[in-house]
T-cell receptor, first 112, second 115 residues
Framework: QKEVEQDPGPLSVPEGAIVSLNCTYS??????FMWYRQYSRKGPELLMY????GNKEDGRFTAQVDKSSKYISLFIRDSQPSDSATYLC????????????FGAGTRLAVHP | NAGVMQNPRHLVRRRGQEARLRCSPM?????VYWYRQLPEEGLKFMVY????????ESGMPKERFSAEFPKEGPSILRIQQVVRGDSAAYFC?????????????FGNGTRLTVT
């Protein structure tokens, strides 16, 4: 079993839809949770960063962490074609540095 | 992503040759990480370096792979005697501090193809 599971998709939605992306994990020691966006042939860019459980909102993006269920989510409201990318969840233990464990990524396509 | 510079963007090597991947971190960043991304898989941690020191190389294969981050110049990931299984995208990331509160900034990667 992988430490972090993420549905690879692809996920195809119409413009304006609400998108829900999810990851589950097995290591209860994970405390830091991140979502990265990766466009084709580019490096990942950090979208959201959350410590422990709870919600965090930034514009059209909302990240949720449920540590009791070992489940994290990213919601994208009013999705745009420019949101079409691969979304990677990542997490780490409190080890003092950025040794991240990534999910395999979910490919999202937002069509006009 | 433009802040972390990786070169070359694409590298083709025959089996048995050496591959050298370079990474210049963002200005002011002294912490460098290397990750590898295989097709249809997420990024896998390889090594974490600070200037002149390897802090954590637990993700590096024991043989043929080495990394350095000298006092002057870019960080280098070196793969000796490459095999087909080394074909992947190699990403470098840097941060200003070692803390998990200091976000990682990734480069656009080097895509290594072994023929």
């Amino acid at each position: 079993q992988k430490e972090v599971e993420q549905d690879p998709g692809p996920l195809s939605v119409p413009e304006g839809a609400i998108v829900s992306l999810n990851c589950t994990y097995s290591n209860s020691a994970f405390q830091y949770f991140m979502w990265y966006r990766q466009y084709s042939r580019k490096g990942p860019e950090l979208l959201m960063y959350t410590y422990s459980s709870g919600n965090k909102e930034d514009g059209r993006f909302t990240a949720q962490v449920d540590k009791s269920s070992k489940y994290i989510s990213l919601f994208i409201r009013d999705s745009q074609p420019s949101d079409s990318a691969t979304y990677l969840c990542a997490m780490s233990e409190p080890g003092g540095y950025n040794k991240l464990i990534f999910g395999a990524g979910t490919r999202l396509a937002v069509h006009p | 992503n433009a802040g972390v510079m990786q070169n070359p963007r694409h590298l083709v090597r025959r089996r048995g040759q050496e591959a050298r991947l370079r990474c210049s971190p963002m200005k002011g960043h002294s912490h460098v990480y290397w990750y590898r991304q295989l097709p249809e898989e997420g990024l896998k941690f390889m090594v974490y370096l600070q200037k002149e020191n390897i802090i954590d190389e637990s993700g590096m294969p024991k043989e043929r792979f080495s990394a350095e981050f000298p006092k002057e110049g870019p960080s280098i990931l070196r793969i000796q005697q490459v095999v087909r299984g080394d074909s992947a995208a190699y990403f470098c990331a840097s941060s200003a501090e070692s803390s998990y509160n200091s976000p990682l900034h990734f480069g656009n990667g080097t895509r290594l193809t072994v023929t």
